[in-house]
């Protein structure tokens, strides 16, 4: 069916096929600088240090392996919500070339030290603007789709995909706004405390634009789609999005809590963080709702427990979050390990969980196979929650030793530790850390062995095509 | 109703996002930028400090180490003064961190003198044995000066032809000392808060012999790597022979030498364990 429609698959396969590459040297760089800062001697400098790894560890996390999956499952989904034909073919096939460029040269200018050093964006301009370039015509391409859709009404998931169209764009051109020295040089256009409000705006609404609003709405497509139940209240669909798009916005300053920002942008962040309890957990509730007379499936149908685990890991992540954004727990947490423990909650176990169920729905459907092994589903899927876990729970463990030392003082108000008897107290733990790495990074190949295994197949199989 | 009308739906949710943007990320511009706040000690970067902050964004330093000590005990105690707006003024971008894998590097500057730093870039683990900071050897490099007459200008900073002559012949960890020495101390916070150091000066373990392994453990961790392990000196000058009071070993490990890189450790020890490491000098002198 999806033939006869005309869908342009081609690019979909192009680009899950790049952002599965950009997924395996994500996770592959996390585990190396894992060791890095538990070994230090594996430090290369200059081009292999911990300091110029980091970024590139980050960049293909979010946008090769994120955004990669994203724009595949956007260009997919909206095609299908609106039963019409991608607006222009050529051109997501363009963007599917420009936006490996964009990665890889992203990848060798962070090697050699080019950086502007603000997290998740810290490509120098050139590569700025060609992102700039990529992300209007993605836009162009998804709207004007939408736009001359046949389907009247817009599903859930689109407005999500829009949300991120839109916030995506005007997050990147405000936080991006530089003054070039060179090609390969430029500094922030603001300065200090403003600068560090910017950049934390951005920060947290990356996070809201392009790592939740997608997930969501591959969430509110797929999980129907592979249980065959609807979700449960679409008018809890509309008050969370637009609650959700609302008051992340408000979030940013909770990154930058007793820093000289003023108090009052540090008091609203913390009150909407704490507010984006209830939209958050919306969705949760959509999806734990839909399932009802349906938790069977989390036992027969392979893909449910990607969903479910998923979205719950969602909504924990949506209650540390908030707490985390609380003065007095972050004046005892931040800068800790703590936080990347959270950050990995995410992104391990909400976003990956979602990105890698999705793909296992598609990869059959659009190259017209069958799944090559669900055992080794069912493997990748333990493993990838297994080495999440372990990496996260060492994590908190680790912060809340070290903040507790850190703030112990002596009965003449003195400090009771240096700050490296802290930092030695926390080798073991970055070596469970590597470890759980190492599990997560395991199960990802399995992940790609089954997938490519599953595209070079030769059964087709009859019941697959109705979807 | 909204759900059929894509370009309505486009533009509203344009300005839902914009709400709270406008609140939270434009209107705190006219709040920092306020006059008042700026304080007229802080100083733009010279030529070598601009072009050594470069060599720290371009390493990512800013992944391990923050840049601003929170109004909280324990970040005043380990670090100094809390940060104010206006020492941020002349940092594009600003290099605030979000992660303390190392230390705080806020009010680094004026802590240790240049030549604890120059040996401790090249081998952290020289200096302090069980850090994870990587070797950064490679900084002694000569400086590539080719665009820092343009970066002055182009971040509007002061400079002179002989400020930038000046810069030949130095290598890049010159030019990161140079930074590295002056974060934080624009502002003169260690003088003040040295002033409200002293008190009791009388050692209460004289002669009380069984503190001494404590204060040789301390002195091990804290004093040796410029001192050395048999007090004969090395960044720092040799211990060996100093003929000095008690109260005076205390006074200076209390409140440091700020003009002779020698740090205060008063916040960080204590004056229980300061007294422990006076008392161990003491017993170590040779006469």
Known sequence: ?467 | MLEKKPVIFLLLATVVILIGTAVTMIAPFKWINDPKLKIAEVKPYTALQLEGRDIYIREGCNNCHTQTVRPLLADVERYGEYSKVGEFIYDQPHLWGSRRTGPDLARIGGKYPDAWHLKHMVDPQSMVPRSNMPKYAFLQRPLDTSLTEKKMKALKFPSTPAELAALTGKSELDAMVAYLQKLGSDIPWRKSAQAAVLGDLKNPFLDNKTVLPEGKAIYEKECAQCHGADLKGGVGPSLADMDKPDSYIFKTLFGGIPAGGMPAFGDSLGKDRIWKVASFLKSRQAH
């Open chain 1, 1 to 467: 069916m999806n033939q006869k429609e005309g869908y342009a698959d081609e690019v979909v396969k192009g680009f899950i096929t790049w952002s599965l590459v950009w997924g395996v040297v994500a996770v592959l760089l996390g585990v190396v600088i894992s060791l890095q800062l538990a070994y230090p001697q594996l430090n290369l400098p200059p081009y292999l240090s911990y300091g110029r790894l980091r970024p590139i560890h980050t960049n293909a996390g979010i946008f090769g392996w994120g955004v990669g999956s994203f724009m595949a499952f956007f260009i997919y989904v909206t095609q299908r919500l609106t039963k019409t034909k991608l607006w222009s073919p050529g051109l997501a096939k363009f963007q599917l070339w420009l936006f490996n460029v964009i990665i890889a040269s992203a990848a060798v200018t962070l090697m050699l030290g080019m950086t502007r050093s603000k997290e998740y964006a810290e490509l120098e301009w050139p590569i700025a603007l060609l992102i700039v370039v990529l992300w209007v015509i993605f836009s162009i391409n998804i709207i004007m789709t939408i736009i001359k859709r046949k389907e009247e009404q817009m599903y859930i998931s689109l407005w999500y995909i829009m949300a991120a169209l839109i916030g995506v764009a005007v997050l990147y051109l405000v936080n991006n706004a530089g003054i070039p020295v060179s090609l390969t040089k430029s500094y922030s256009a603001y300065a200090g405390a403003n600068d560090a409000n910017v950049q934390w705006w951005y920060g947290h609404n990356a996070v809201a634009m392009v790592l939740t609003a997608p997930p969501l709405a591959l969430f509110y497509y797929f999980l129907p789609k592979s249980t065959g139940v609807p979700i449960y209240s679409h008018r809890m669909g509309v008050i969370a999005f637009w609650s959700l798009i609302f008051m992340y916005l408000w979030t940013g300053a909770h990154h930058l809590l007793w820093t000289p920002v003023p108090d009052w942008v540090q008091t609203l962040a913390m009150a909407f963080s704490v507010m984006l309890i209830a939209p958050s957990w919306a969705s949760v509730f959509n999806g734990y709702f839909s399932m009802n007379g349906q938790w069977h499936q989390m036992r027969e149908n392979y893909l449910v427990k990607f969903f479910i685990f998923g979205i719950t890991f969602y909504g924990l992540q949506t209650i540390q979050g908030p707490s985390q954004a609380v003065r007095t727990f972050s004046a005892f947490i931040h800068y800790t390990d703590w936080v990347p423990g959270h950050v990995h909650m995410g992104t391990l176990g909400w976003v990956s969980l979602i990105i890698f169920a999705s793909i296992y729905y598609v990869v059959p459907r659009i190259y017209g196979k069958e799944i090559y092994s669900i055992p080794l589903v069912n493997l990748h899927f333990w493993l990838a929650v297994t080495g999440q876990l372990i990496f996260s729970i060492t994590m908190w463990i680790a912060g809340v030793q070290q903040a507790t030392m850190l703030n112990a003082t002596n009965s003449d108000g003195s400090l009771h530790y240096s700050f490296m008897e802290t930092l030695v107290e926390m080798y073991p733990y970055w070596y469970g850390r590597a470890f759980g790495g190492i599990i997560y990074f395991v199960s990802m190949l399995i992940f790609v062995y089954n997938i490519v295994k599953t595209v070079n197949g030769n059964s087709t199989n009859a019941a697959i095509k109705k979807a």
